[in-house]
């Protein structure tokens, strides 16, 4: 088979260009790939990018029939393709690499020679004959790269973070079941990774799940801003080279075949050049991605042993943690959500910097805000979802060691500063220090304070929540009894009494 048999001519502006014969895509899109060889990603790695683009096409080409600007052969034929490629087809005809210069216009001509090309196709007519069926003047009408661009990257953010808040939301779930399950399992609360006070490891997980949940709501709020579009701006928000109903109905077919309920932006010059909404929102993936890494750092820290750490929980075993050290088994699932952690916050500033060198009436660094957004909702999904499903879900507790550094700790002297003082209150941690004792058996050997504050010790659980309204504890003091009242209103009082008063 020889070259020309392999290969077809088109031209454009700048002279001819060969094509792959089976290539649906034309020469803006063959430039593309020759000029951008930089990473090796494809921008049909992001499937609701490509299907918001033929939203876009689809919404704008309906419009144009509809104001008797476009033939309706043409449009159907754009319409078709449109519907191809929202069902899954053609995304092997998106080779692009995701970074780009020129502001997108790579990917708007990826799209729109696609379509010309099958278009071409449906009609019963050979690719590249495109007088019968134009990639700019047919399917790029009334549209400028500046506006389709942002529009459909929009659209694919809003399209795309579902998934984000669906895993999210499953992952809050299984930390809400385990809140349950680990509800009776008394441990040590720690500040500073210092002792603190008492509380149940069922509360550690319901507050994971809480803080989760914030999110899943966040992430809806702020995709919210995306809703607002710039399509029939055209070139810098100006509309030209539209009719002047074609933006109002453009959008209107947008929301219709779409199902998200974009509007028109107030300003469209503004909304040519603004980022802001990409920034918001990459800076709520980073704040989720923080927070699920500070979820894993508590996860690693309550597993850490088996032996020589805290060993509260278990998680599941999933591979030998070491070439070397047999028996070894590490909390790999954590460490790897810490990695895509660490990503996303990268990439967030990456998009700070791009929506910052924004310039005039454009933004050319769009393609690498889209790449690093769409990149981080991937990877951020991805990474809760195995977190969830290979991690938490198998987590178990260890109640005798969660009760073993309790006991050992000084977190119940807290407990005791209402009615002795804190003075007092760390005179008897510190011994518990230095003796090595529990602080009950510390308290055992106070032969100045009462039974029933020692007693107060005896159960932890009643410490896990806010103290009863009114305590009251007996000290001696000589030949009589020193009774302390603490209310939480009224504050501490004292009454003197004799023996036999009490």
């Known amino acids: 088979m020889n070259a020309s048999q392999i290969e077809r001519i088109e031209n454009d502006s700048l002279g001819p260009v060969s094509i792959p014969i089976d290539a649906y895509y034309g020469p803006q899109t063959a430039r593309g790939i020759e000029n951008f060889p930089i ?127 669906q895993a999210l939301e499953q992952l809050a779930a299984e930390c809400e079941a385990k809140a349950q399950e ?7 609360g720690r500040t500073q990774l210092q002792d603190a006070v008492p ?38 928000g100006t509309g030209i080279n539209t009719n002047p109903e074609y933006q109002a109905l453009a959008v209107a077919q947008l929301r219709a075949i779409s199902g998200v309920p974009v509007v028109p932006a107030g300003n469209l010059i503004e909304a040519c050049w603004d980022t802001g909404a990409f920034v918001l929102f990459s800076g709520m993936l980073k704040r989720t991605a923080t927070k699920l890494s500070k979820i894993c750092n508590d996860l690693r820290l309550l597993s850490s042993g088996p032996r020589g750490g805290l060993n509260e929980i278990n998680l599941p075993a999933l591979q030998p943690g070491s070439s070397i050290m047999p028996g070894k088994v590490n909390p790999v699932l954590p460490e790897v959500v810490n990695q895509v952690a660490f990503q996303i916050i990268g990439y967030d500033l990456t998009v700070t910097l791009a929506a910052e060198a924004g310039q005039l009436q454009l933004n050319v660094m769009e393609p690498v805000i889209a790449y690093n ?42 407990a005791l500063t209402p009615t002795i003082g804190y003075e007092r209150a760390a005179e008897l941690a510190k011994g518990v220090l230095i003796a ?30 806010p103290t009863r ?34």
């Open 39 to 165: 990473s090796g990603i494809k921008i049909s790695r992001f499937p609701q990018l490509i299907r918001a683009l033929a939203y876009v096409k689809m919404a704008a080409a309906r419009a144009n029939v509809a104001l008797g600007d476009l033939d309706k052969r043409k449009a159907d034929a754009i319409c078709q393709v449109c519907e191809e490629i929202l069902a899954g087809r053609h995304f092997r005809e998106f080779p692009l690499d995701v970074f780009q210069g020129g502001a997108g216009t790579s990917t708007n001509m990826n799209i729109n020679e696609v379509i010309a090309n099958r278009g071409l196709e449906l009609m019963g007519m050979r690719r590249g004959t495109y007088d019968a069926l134009h990639p700019n003047n047919d399917v790029n009408l009334s549209q400028s790269t500046n506006d389709v661009y942002p529009t459909a990257l929009r659209l694919a953010i809003v399209l795309s973070h579902g998934a984000l808040q």
């Open 182 to 188: 680990f509800s009776d399992v008394i441990k040590l």
């Open 199 to 236: 509380m149940t490891l069922g509360q550690e997980f319901q507050a994971f799940a809480t803080t989760l949940r914030e999110d899943v709501a966040r992430l809806g709020e702020i995709a919210a801003f995306f809703h607002e579009i710039n399509l029939g701006g055209t070139a810098i």
């Open 373 to 414: 957004i769409m990149h981080s909702l991937e990877l951020l999904t991805n990474a809760v979802e195995v977190l969830r499903t290979k991690c938490v879900a198998g987590i178990t507790a260890n109640p005798e060691i969660c009760r073993k550094h309790l006991d050992a700790s000084t977190a119940l002297a807290t």
């Open 436 to 465: 090595g004792k529990t602080i009950r058996e510390i308290l055992a050997e106070q032969t100045d304070l009462s039974g029933e504050l020692i007693a107060q010790t005896a159960d932890p659980y009643l410490l896990t929540r």
């Open 469 to 502: 309204s009114r305590a009251v504890s007996q000290r001696r003091v000589g030949d009589n009894h020193l009774t302390l009242r603490v209310d939480p209103v009224a504050g501490l009082s004292v009454c003197v009494a004799s023996s036999k008063d009490l």
